[in-house]
């Protein structure tokens, strides 16, 4: 089955963010496409959403990442292939019709803007030293190719090296994280924390796709990977409606056609997915806001809550 020019786009933004020249004349040739036509698209996604990260060497003729911008993808929360499909979009935003261009281009500028904004960051990502960056290079391609990893770290205060199956690496409430399978159990390991990674020539298999949906409702690191789904249900203040639908970390949070007063304040009903048993997941959240986010059920949170309120009023009691 052919492929188009713009399936090669995300891994070549890969590439040149990992510091690899990319020649255009080299993977047309490879690939039987135009040199023009893959310069075009790779122009047209970097002055959309890349413009100081990477540019055209004319003395070797590839395409190379700027200086200072090594790592750039790893940098972005927004995914290479939703860079090329959202540039699409835009280009071909005439094809339904001069009414649909505007609402094409307020799809895309809300999209981008939303990656971009500090609600959805929540926060700067941790500083990415030369060892992180070395790091996510050799997992992204040990990723790719499905290979095992060996590396170094901490559990109770000692360094222990591990084998692991890599599937993703993703930043989480502040923190870079890999996601991997170690002894058929997927773990999060902090990506400054290790060391010495180290790529195996051996191939694994090992079904990641439930881990996938449970890392698009993670509100937070305590994320499981391996306990069932439990539902809980909120009332969240009129006024952070809003931001609950907008900011990064609530896609589990659904909200429902129902709304009441409480104590002369509007509330809207709230059905959230948790993936840990014990709801660690969610419960700092709901501190966070408090009061304005009130649990309905189920009872046990509501116990969890209530008793980590009295552990911090008994901080202060006399």
């Known amino acids: 089955m052919s492929i188009k020019i713009e399936e090669l786009i995300p891994n070549l933004l890969r590439e040149i963010s990992q510091g690899c020249g990319v020649s255009v004349a080299e993977v047309a040739k490879e690939h039987s496409f135009s040199a023009d036509g893959i310069k075009k698209r790779l122009r047209e996604v970097r002055d959309k959403f890349y413009k100081d990260c990477f540019d055209y060497d004319g003395s070797t003729r590839k395409w190379v990442v700027k200086p200072t911008q090594m790592g750039f993808l790893h940098r972005e929360l927004l995914e290479p292939e939703e860079a090329v499909a959202l540039t699409a979009l835009e280009r071909t ?18 999209y981008t803007k939303r990656t971009k904004s500090f609600i959805f960051k929540q926060h700067k990502a941790e500083e990415i030293n030369e060892d992180m960056e070395q790091s996510f290079a050799l997992l992204k391609h040990a990723i790719n190719e499905k290979k095992i990893v060996e590396l170094d770290y901490p559990s109770k205060g000692l360094m222990k090296t591990r084998e692991v199956y890599p599937y993703r690496v993703v930043y989480i409430e502040y923190y870079w994280y890999l996601i991997c399978a170690e002894s058929d159990k997927v773990k999060s390991f902090r990506l400054s924390l290790i060391k010495s990674p ?14 996938g949906v ?30 609950i639908e907008l900011a990064s970390y609530f896609d589990a949070w659904k909200k429902l056609d129902y709304k009441t007063t409480v104590d ?13 048993p014990n709801f660690d997941d969610i419960a700092p ?18 116990d969890k809550i209530n008793g980590n309120l009295l552990r911090y009023q008994g901080y202060y009691s006399s």
Do not use: C
């Open 198 to 211: 180290t790529i195996l020539d051996e191939e694994y298999k090992y079904n990641f796709d439930n881990v």
């Open 264 to 276: 002369g304040r509007k509330y809207q009903r709230f059905e959230v997915t948790t993936t840990n």
């Open 214 to 243: 449970r890392l698009q409702l993670a509100m937070n690191a305590y994320v499981d990977y391996q306990e069932p789904f439990k539902t809980v249900s909120v009332l969240v203040w009129d006024k952070i409606v809003n931001h």
């Open 93 to 110: 935003s005439d094809r339904l019709g001069d009414s649909f261009i505007k609402t094409h281009k307020q799809i895309v500028k809300n």
């Open 285 to 302: 959240t709901i501190m966070k806001y408090i009061p304005n986010i009130i649990v309905e059920e189920p009872q046990e949170l509501i």
